[in-house]
């Protein structure tokens, strides 16, 4: 089965263009700005461990090592097309023009993280697994509905394919023929649990027969195989040729979260010669010098900008006062159930130092 789903490279990891038919859309272009935007999104994920080791924000997920995939896909998009990330794909989601502040404030606690600026269509995190891939059909389906061209992606892990939403969503999707692609990064572990210990396929992408729709395999460190493969697959569902799977093949260097030590689980030396080896923006850098196209004096530039930017937004996420925790109950729904209010009360009472097990007395 692995055979009938080969992984597609534009870019080999030396930087070398892999195939005569490439070659016109390899540009110089093209590859600065996936170079710019990669080198941005990886600040911003070094300055969110930083942060979260200092107590300055709560809990982090880095994505550091997928940036091709969170790059390439989000530069598929159109303006008004829908994004529904995980936790992990705040690369990708400030890429497509989320504000770095916000999605700081997220991290932060603060309920003003889940709000994409005016006239973007990027989702809160999907933080239950799998949850964002039925509610992206939702709005794929609409969309087509309303008779727009408007398309959806969301994203998601290997293991979030052995959730039921998963399944659910890819059958939705297929049945209506939702404009909608489900980009799956595929970086091997579900926190602790390789791929091998939650699945017999030895690829994601060949569920997408279950459901009839194409799936297809990219190497995920490759910004233009995922950048033009994406942009075919956002072009199918615009046209109502319906859903695509995508399975990126990547890999998380560090911590499934700043909670996380990988080290207990897997061999963290593999992480650094993957930095060697596969690196998606050494990748990028190795193209625009086998190419000629390499120029010091603007890399440093994009470096300077990029710490610049992020240092803003960390500074504005500060200037705001920590988060509320009423704000876990008061956002949940527009009107609030009992449960969620006897919750809240015994929330705050609990802190109060009245335990739980005596509230009825008080
Ligand atoms: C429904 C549900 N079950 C369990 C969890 C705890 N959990 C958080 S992340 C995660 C692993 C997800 O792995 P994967 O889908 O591969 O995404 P990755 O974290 O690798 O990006 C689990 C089990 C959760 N958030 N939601
Ligand atoms: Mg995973």
Redesign the pocket.
């Known amino acids: 089965m692995e055979n009938q789903f080969p992984i597609t490279k534009w870019v080999d990891e030396n930087g070398n263009i892999t195939g005569e038919d490439y070659k016109e859309m390899v540009t110089e272009e093209l590859a600065r700005t996936f170079y710019q935007h990669m080198i941005r999104i990886r600040t911003f994920d070094k300055k969110g461990i930083s942060l979260q080791r200092q107590g300055r924000i709560g809990t982090y997920a880095p994505y550091e090592g997928q940036e091709a995939s969170q790059v390439g896909s989000a530069l598929a998009l159109e303006t008004e097309d829908w994004m529904f990330p995980s936790y992990r794909d705040h690369g990708a989601a400030m890429t497509f023009g989320h504000s770095l502040r916000n999605i700081l404030l997220f991290w932060n606690g603060r309920n003003e993280g889940c709000i994409p600026p005016e006239g973007k269509n990027i989702s809160p995190p999907g933080i239950p697994i799998a949850t964002q891939l039925p509610h992206a059909v939702g709005a794929a389906f609409a969309e087509k509905r309303k008779g727009t061209k408007n398309a959806a992606i969301v994203y998601f892990?290997?293991?979030a394919t052995s959730e039921g939403d998963f399944h659910e969503g890819l059958n939705m999707a297929s049945v209506f023929e939702a404009p909608v692609v489900f980009f799956n990064?595929?970086?091997?572990?579900?926190i602790s649990v390789p791929m091998e210990k939650q699945m017999k396929t030895k690829t994601i992408a060949q569920k997408a027969l279950a459901y009839d729709i194409p799936g297809i395999r990219i190497d995920g460190n490759d910004v233009f195989a995922v950048y033009f493969e994406t942009l075919k697959a956002m072009d199918r569902a615009r046209a109502g040729e319906g859903p695509t799977l995508i399975e990126a093949v990547t890999w998380r260097y560090g911590a499934h979260t700043t909670a996380d030590d990988p080290t207990k689980y897997r061999d963290q030396m593999e992480s650094e010669r993957k930095r060697e080896e596969t690196d998606p923006v050494l990748r990028v850098e190795r193209l625009l010098k086998n190419n000629g196209w390499f120029d010091e004096a603007w890399a440093e530039r994009m470096q300077k900008q990029a710490a610049e930017e992020v240092d803003a937004a960390v500074a504005e996420m500060e200037s705001f006062p920590p988060a509320d925790p009423a704000d876990i109950f008061d956002h949940v729904f527009a009107e609030p159930t009992w449960q969620l209010q006897q919750q809240k009360q015994e929330y705050f009472q609990a802190k109060k130092g009245v335990p739980v097990w005596n509230q009825q007395q008080q």
């Not at 990064?185 to 579900?190: E, I, L, T, V």
């Open positions: 892990g290997d293991g990064q595929n970086n091997r572990y579900a």
